[in-house]
C-alpha cells in the first residue's frame, strides 16, 4: 500500500533552516509529481511547492518562493523540503502528498498524503 | 487568483442524517474541484475528483455535484466514522474545512 513518511519538523528560531524529508514506499516514486502542503494551526491547507517526477521542474507558492526548495532523490524513495529564512507564519503541518500523473506535469490532485511533521517557528 | 469559500465551518448532526457542505470558486473552474477527508492525527484521504467522482474503495453514501462555481459535497446517511473535517480543493486552494460532529 502506498505509504507516506515525514521527519524532520521540531522547533527552529525566525530566520534559521530546517529540511523535511518524505519517505515513500508502496509504489513507484520515481514517475510520480509530488507536493507539498502545509496547514497553520487552526486554518486550512496551504499548497506549498511541486516538483515534477524526475525533477526537472519546480513550482512554489508566492509565499514561500525564494526561501523553500522542494527537491527528491528517486534512488531513496524520497523527497526534500529545505526550508531557509523561516518566520513564524510558517508554523505548521507540513505534509508530503503524491500528484496521480504519472510521468508528466502535475494535475494538481493530491491522491495520497503522509501524516505530516511539525514545524514551529519561534523564538 | 481563485478562492474557495466552504461552509459551514462546523456542523453537528445525528447518526442517520443527511450531512451537506457547499464550496464556492471565485470564478468558473468547470468541475476541477476535489473533496478530502482528514480524521484527527491522520493523513487527508481524497474522497471525490472532479466534483463528482468516488475514489476507488469510498463509500457510496459520499457523493458530489456541481460545476462552475457551485458544488456541494453530500453524506447521504451519517456514520459514527465521519467524523473528520472535509476540505475542498481546487488546483493549490483549498477551502477552509468543515469539521463534522455527532450530535
Known amino acids: 500500500q502506498v505509504q507516506l513518511v515525514e521527519s524532520g519538523g521540531g522547533v527552529v528560531q525566525p530566520g534559521r533552516s530546517l529540511r523535511l524529508s518524505c519517505v515513500a514506499s508502496?509504489?513507484?516514486?520515481?514517475?510520480?509529481?509530488m507536493h507539498w502542503v502545509r496547514q497553520a494551526p487552526g486554518k486550512g491547507q496551504e499548497w506549498v511547492a511541486f516538483i515534477w517526477y524526475d525533477g526537472t521542474n519546480e513550482y512554489y507558492s508566492d509565499s514561500v518562493e525564494g526561501r523553500f526548495t522542494i527537491s527528491r532523490d528517486n534512488s531513496k524513495n524520497t523527497l526534500y523540503l529545505e526550508m531557509n529564512s523561516l518566520r513564524a507564519e510558517d508554523t505548521g503541518i507540513y505534509y508530503c502528498a503524491r500528484d496521480p500523473a504519472i510521468g508528466t506535469g502535475g494535475t494538481f490532485y493530491f491522491d495520497y498524503w503522509g501524516q505530516g511533521t511539525l514545524v514551529t517557528v519561534s523564538s | 487568483d481563485i478562492q474557495m469559500t466552504q461552509s459551514p465551518s462546523s456542523l453537528s448532526a445525528s447518526v442517520g442524517d443527511r450531512v451537506t457542505i457547499t464550496c464556492q470558486a471565485s470564478?468558473?473552474?468547470?468541475?476541477?474541484l476535489n473533496w478530502y477527508q482528514q480524521k484527527p492525527g491522520k493523513a487527508p484521504k481524497f474522497l471525490i475528483y472532479?466534483?463528482?467522482n468516488l475514489e476507488t474503495g469510498v463509500p457510496s453514501r459520499f457523493s458530489g455535484s456541481g460545476s462552475g462555481t457551485d458544488f456541494t459535497f453530500t453524506i447521504s446517511s451519517l456514520q459514527p466514522e465521519d467524523i473528520a473535517t472535509y476540505f475542498c480543493?481546487?488546483?493549490?486552494?483549498f477551502g477552509g474545512g468543515t469539521k463534522v460532529e455527532i450530535k
Open positions: 472532479d466534483a463528482s
Open positions: 470564478q468558473d473552474i468547470n468541475t476541477y
Open positions: 480543493q481546487h488546483m493549490t486552494t
Open positions: 508502496g509504489f513507484t516514486f520515481s514517475i510520480y509529481g
